[in-house]
T-cell receptor
Framework: AQSVTQLDSQVPVFEEAPVELRCNYS??????LFWYVQYPNQGLQLLLK??????LVKGINGFEAEFNKSQTSFHLRKPSVHISDTAEYFC????????????FGAGTRLFVKA | DTGVSQNPRHKITKRGQNVTFRCDPI?????LYWYRQTLGQGPEFLTY????????KSRLLSDRFSAERPKGSFSTLEIQRTEQGDSAMYLC???????????FGPGTRLTVL
């Protein structure tokens, strides 16, 4: 079974500052890793995903994440945030052999202040 | 590609009533997933279909919950004898056979009074 821990429930940050949203996972099998964003009153949207290969993954809206197998982490970063990045961010894992059932973390609320 | 659609978007019901939600996936996608999301939590997996076959069900899915995908296209999720604890956002997602990316619908928000 897999599990996901998002280490911060809320992250306040000033506009144009860098941000890191932390995610750790546990699994006994190989997994795919994802970050999703959920804007207020909207559905989940895929930001980026790690399947294999390069451990640094770039996604939409200037976000990137780095897969660290030894630390079982998949932290999300952005060098300079905008007010419009205010949203809920979810880290997720899926079993490579499990039909892509996805296990989500509890989410991190990113709040960008002017 | 019109995306994943869900109906209704909101449902208010009284405890003990039955409710049914519908999900229309992206047309060429053969995998369909149901999740439940409560306030302040991430989505929790409920069940998933490949074509019309229901391949996995979560332990969260009590016997009051049933999901169907009769022709491998749209799916319905029914909750019988609703309880206040069933109040949540119910999310549907779909994906193609050879892709890992799930596309989510806007969800159906259920409120049980």
């Amino acid at each position: 079974a897999q599990s996901v821990t998002q280490l911060d429930s809320q992250v306040p940050v000033f506009e144009e500052a860098p941000v890191e949203l932390r995610c750790n996972y546990s699994s006994s099998v190989s997994v795919y890793l994802f970050w999703y964003v959920q804007y207020p009153n909207q559905g989940l949207q895929l930001l980026l995903k790690y399947l294999s290969g390069s451990t640094l993954v770039k996604g939409i809206n200037g976000f990137e994440a780095e897969f660290n197998k030894s630390q079982t982490s998949f932290h999300l970063r952005k060098p300079s945030v905008h007010i419009s990045d205010t949203a809920e961010y979810f880290c997720a894992v899926s079993d490579r052999n499990g039909g892509f059932k996805t296990i989500f973390g509890a989410g991190t609320r990113l709040f960008v202040k002017a | 590609d019109t995306g994943v659609s869900q109906n209704p978007r909101h449902k208010i019901t009284k405890r003990g009533q039955n409710v049914t939600f519908r999900c229309d996936p992206i047309s060429e996608h053969n995998r369909l997933y149901w999740y439940r999301q409560t306030l302040g939590q991430g989505p929790e997996f409920l069940t998933y279909f490949q074509n019309e076959a229901q391949l996995e069900k979560s332990r969260l899915l009590s016997d009051r919950f049933s999901a169907e995908r009769p022709k491998g296209s749209f799916s319905t999720l029914e909750i019988q004898r609703t309880e206040q604890g069933d109040s949540a956002m119910y999310l549907c997602a779909s994906s193609g056979s050879y892709t890992d990316t799930q596309y989510f619908g806007p969800g159906t928000r259920l409120t049980v009074l």
